[in-house]
């Protein structure tokens, strides 16, 4: 951990060495106890302290009457307690000297005026004691590498390198079933609610000084402090790629987000000028959110806009290739001696343009390695997009058909293609270039998600994947605009 | 089957009594050798008579060394041969009276002058002979109705409601997984190819008269005849729904469909002219046409515009409003009446705006039944959008805590749930109106996968559940547009 992200204000409320819990039982069918229960199934090792009126232990823990009976003062309390009372326990948590806390509790400002009375009382109280509290309406923190979650669902994935700061805490819990199906994980990632304390802002700081963050995705409902938003992203996109989700732009979404988080979210082209000026990839839905810090996460930038698509089925190539153009790439010809490298490797029913399309390889070695090395040496070519189909379903009838039965024929073919993998992954630090693969089948069977366990990503259509390829672009011409202005990290 | 579909020309070719088939062989490593075996594990119940020079059997079948040796004439021939013999086989075929063919052979009008020449000849030779051929370059037929598929690929779908008719072969068989991970299949799907004979059009015909098919998808890279296009299009979407995505309104999408299969695409605003002229919905990626496929084939028309979006979540509830918009589709406030019902079902945490945004159900059962029966009720709600969250993990616990063993409260759970979702997909038949889910779970687990088994949509993104029903609204407007044109069928 470096010095600097210890010093970051909100350090011990995402690492927090103790915890107070407000609003867990022994009753399962409960918010408060879901979430503690998430707390101890991550394995956080810092002491916890459920807080109950009533209780002597909540769920084996030992519990205390008030925040004022605890051995200590930990450095975080989590409240997930009745509106009402809110206020009066943050109250009684700052006089004990508790210096950061989770309100998970809603009914606040997005309900109408006594909420936002309310939430304002939060506010001072927070400012009266030097506190420091994400919320009220919010999830909180999941955080692997100090094993704590404040969300209600379980987080299965191991800790990743996706930084994530949200508006809305669903966009926290229900991307961790997709993140451990892709083999990937957050960082850190921040439910901000109503922003009373904490807001977007604060987070981004954070994470763009948190040395496990890569690249940080936002989802964003509206943008509180638009000035100090641009300098501080315009900062932290020098060191690592920053992608947003913006939703409000439409009349409806406004409306959406206005009772979501009492937020007023601005039209859409200033939105789109506030993302541009501060050096942010807009996403333009959730999915190419995710798919855009995968890539961006995972991969060396492209020097250039200059992609090839390699292909076995026209189909698939064509539709790359109009999704590429459309998104902003450009798909040059290949050089003279890329063509000499890969004429023996293409058969006469193929094309050596770009894409470049095998129809059948001779041997599956060529499609998962020496076509793409080819391809890759090539210098005017900036980023590949490989498209795969199953190749398992092909190979293994070669296998048996030299007399082996089936299923130890597969578990050949498995194999063959498990150390064909190894070499594909291999090409994106062999060249230093982005290689993204696309495919239509599922990417939890074999060999995709192979390759994805391996770490290239593979995105389900081709447009995703031309589109996650220039969001690698962009931010690479990003980049050098912000240094060639001078900007500092 | 109706009388006309067996009337109409391509009949036998889609449903053959009988097959020759050349260029398969007993090596594995063969593409005819792979199509014969898809032919075979398909079930197909026809004649089979493989054409080999020296072999007396291939794959257990007796083996004929011409045309001209089997016992009669069949009515389709399958070519999986070097370009150069396939103008004399299908000679030979024509002499002996085979009426149709599948030319999957590749090497004509896509690889240049000559291969363009030996394409002038099949087509004389069909003309000659009156018979009717798919190809060349090209997968030819999927129908699971006749037991029939002529590509490399295992068809492991069941029968469906989706017809197909694909400038790319690839589209056809790379689509198998995705639609047997959704319970979908192909009625029939139709590889084109370079359309030497049997085109576009013809397919539309024959998908138009087909009693299987309910929806049609294309994927398209050049139209050849527009004009009568246009005709049979609007004939057939008076009966059914056409939906198309097409490739190559791009620069480089038009050099890569120009190699796939020799086709000059044409520019984008003019076919999205021609597809709009002739009363087929666009997609804008393949992902999209199979999201359009699977909602207009599987539900009920809405009867406007008017969608309300049901969730727990704020963030999912606002990007879908957002998607909703600027997809089309209006978001009116409920009814004073719908209020009422939902007004006990709905926490104080939670809002009654479009969205309805639950934030966390008092049971289960209000989401999947008493919430949405509420909101289809409302008169001036055309379609329902729901977010699902994955509700077993949050649903064991609460059995669990009465006492029992885990796996035994997970069991219950997922017991408990089958009975709620067989009442959700009720809500369909009940109220006549589209009910579309979306979620970021994966759909291969419960309960999502149960949901989509019972027959009900689920998206991957709030963006594609919204694009999804505003491609039905977009349908329904159109027949309604072209019955007061008096288009006839």
Redesign the interface.
Same mark, same amino acid.
Do not use: K
């Given at each position: 951990m470096s010095s600097s992200i210890t010093q970051n204000p909100l350090y011990y409320l995402i690492n927090p060495r103790g915890i107070a819990f407000f609003g867990a039982s022994n009753?399962?069918?409960n918010?408060g106890t879901?979430i503690l229960?998430s707390v101890l199934n991550m394995g956080y090792e810092g002491q916890i302290y459920p807080i109950h009126p009533k209780e002597s232990t909540v769920l084996g823990l030992t519990a205390y009457t008030a925040i004022d009976q605890t051995p200590q003062a930990p450095d975080l309390a989590i409240l997930v307690l009745p509106t009402k009372i809110v206020g009066d326990v943050l109250e009684q948590c700052g006089r004990r000297g508790v210096k950061n806390a989770v309100v998970v509790s809603?009914?606040f400002q997005e @309900?109408g005026p006594e909420g936002a009375a309310m939430q304002e009382r939060l506010m001072r109280i927070a400012e009266q004691y030097g506190m420091r509290f994400l919320g009220p309406n919010c999830l909180g923190v999941a955080n692997p590498h100090c094993k704590i979650n404040t969300t209600?669902?379980?987080y299965e994935c191991g800790p990743g390198f996706i930084g994530l700061a949200?508006?809305?805490? @669903?966009?926290v819990t229900?991307?961790y079933?997709?993140l451990r199906?892709l083999s990937l994980g957050f960082s850190t990632a921040l439910s901000v609610g109503n922003e009373a304390n904490v807001d977007l802002v604060d987070c981004l700081e954070y994470l763009g000084d948190d040395p496990h963050t890569k690249v940080i995705g936002m989802?964003v409902?509206t943008i509180r402090r638009g000035r100090r938003f641009v300098e501080v992203a315009r900062r932290v996109a020098l060191k690592k790629p920053i992608v947003a989700?913006y939703?409000? &732009?439409?009349? $409806? &979404?406004r409306? /959406? %987000?206005l009772?979501?988080?009492g937020a007023l979210a601005g039209p859409d082209k200033l939105y789109d000028g506030i993302l541009r000026q501060a050096g942010v990839i807009r996403a333009? $839905?959730?999915?190419e959110l995710f798919d855009f810090c995968w890539a961006l996460g995972s991969l060396p930038l492209p020097a250039g806009p200059n992609a090839v698509i390699q292909t076995d089925?026209? &189909?698939?190539? /064509? %539709?790359a %290739? !109009? %999704?590429?153009?459309?998104s902003g790439l450009k798909?040059p010809p290949l050089g003279p001696s890329t063509i000499e490298l890969l004429r023996p490797l293409v058969p006469? $029913?193929g094309?050596l &343009?770009? #894409?470049v !399309?095998i129809?059948?390889p001779r041997e599956f070695r060529n499609y998962y390695w020496d076509i793409p090395d080819a391809l890759l040496r090539d210098e005017n070519i900036h980023a590949l997009l490989i498209y795969f189909?199953?190749p398992v379903?092909?190979i293994y #009838?070669?296998i048996?058909?030299q007399g082996l039965p089936v299923s130890e024929a597969k578990r050949q073919a498995v194999e063959l293609v498990s150390g064909l993998l190894d070499q594909t992954r291999s090409l994106i630090d062999v060249h230093g270039k982005p290689v993204v693969g696309y @495919?239509?089948?599922?990417l939890?069977q074999e060999p995709l998600r192979g390759l994805i366990a391996r770490g290239m990503p593979v995105l389900?259509?081709?447009?995703r994947a031309a589109r996650a390829v220039a969001a690698m672009s962009q931010y690479a011409r990003l980049r050098q605009k912000l240094i060639a202005q001078g900007q500092t990290a």
């Open positions: 009753n399962f069918i918010m879901m229960n809603g009914g @309900s209600p669902l379980p949200s508006q809305s805490g @669903s966009f229900q991307m079933d997709q199906r989802y409902e989700f939703v409000g &732009g439409s009349e $409806t &979404g409306r /959406a %987000a009772s979501h988080t333009q $839905t959730i999915t089925s026209g &189909g698939p190539g /064509a %539709a %290739a !109009d %999704a590429c153009e459309r798909l006469h $029913t094309s &343009g770009n #894409p !399309d129809t059948f189909v199953l379903e092909l #009838p070669s048996a058909a @495919s239509f089948n599922s939890e389900s259509s081709p447009q």
